[in-house]
T-cell receptor
Framework: GAVVSQHPSWVICKSGTSVKIECRSL??????MFWYRQFPKQSLMLMAT?????????EQGVEKDKFLINHASLTLSTLTVTSAHPEDSSFYIC???????????FGQGTRLTVV | QQQVKQSPQSLIVQKGGISIINCAYE??????FPWYQQFPGKGPALLIA?????SEKKEGRFTISFNKSAKQFSLHIMDSQPGDSATYFC???????????FGAGTILRVKS
């Protein structure tokens, strides 16, 4: 299968600061990337869909001004959590697919802890 | 609105036994049904998936059974091993590779 890598694997930040998480497709070009959030012992919930070169589409209830998503190239999407608060502490997971009708591969996830 | 309902929440199976996890969906537009395995601190890994045009798919010890009329699908893990102990998620999407709706997850523990 194709490789999707997230960086960092874990990050601790202070409340009120911003943190950026990267999602890279290492061996394929991804026209679409998906960002999910998973709270402890819960399921994965889709936050947004990101298509290369266009604005991300956010799911209902996800604040687009707080969770900034950029998909400026076919191999990189970034999620920036702005003015992070302890309730934003979660496991953030991306997935990426080449194009419509192909499998989306998951990254290993990024554990964000806001203190 | 939970579009994919998964049960049980947790499951304990003896080594060598059969683990069965069930899911039910509501959206009839779903046409891709994958199962994922997740270990603590890791991203989900695709185990096996099925489309609604078949009623069963088997890959090694893993089998998906699909009942389109009942809008249900299940995962069977044969000869369960301690290494299978993980959290399992069913999911569904409209179109292969599209955004996924996940079930709540099942924590499987296989006792040796």
């Amino acid at each position: 299968g194709a490789v999707v890598s997230q960086h960092p694997s874990w990050v601790i930040c202070k409340s009120g600061t911003s943190v950026k998480i990267e999602c890279r497709s290492l061996d394929f070009q991804a026209t679409t990337m998906f960002w999910y959030r998973q709270f402890p012992k819960q399921s994965l919930m889709l936050m947004a869909t990101s298509n290369e070169g266009s604005k991300a589409t956010y799911e209902q209830g996800v604040e687009k001004d707080k969770f900034l998503i950029n998909h400026a190239s076919l191999t990189l999407s970034t999620l920036t959590v702005t003015s992070a608060h302890p309730e934003d502490s979660s496991f953030y997971i991306c997935s990426a697919r080449r194009y419509v009708g192909t499998e989306a591969f998951f990254g290993q996830g990024t554990r964000l802890t806001v203190v | 609105q939970q579009q994919v309902k998964q049960s049980p929440q947790s499951l304990i199976v003896q080594k060598g036994g059969i683990s069965i996890i069930n899911c039910a969906y509501e959206n009839t537009a779903f046409d891709y049904f994958p199962w994922y395995q997740q270990f603590p601190g890791k991203g989900p890994a695709l185990l096996i998936a099925i489309r609604p045009d078949v009623s069963e798919k088997k890959e090694g010890r893993f089998t998906i059974s699909f009942n389109k009329s009942a809008k249900q699908f299940s995962l069977h893990i044969m000869d369960s091993q301690p290494g299978d102990s993980a959290t399992y998620f069913c999911a569904a999407s409209v179109e292969y590779g599209n955004k996924l709706v996940f079930g709540a997850g099942t924590i499987l523990r296989v006792k040796s």
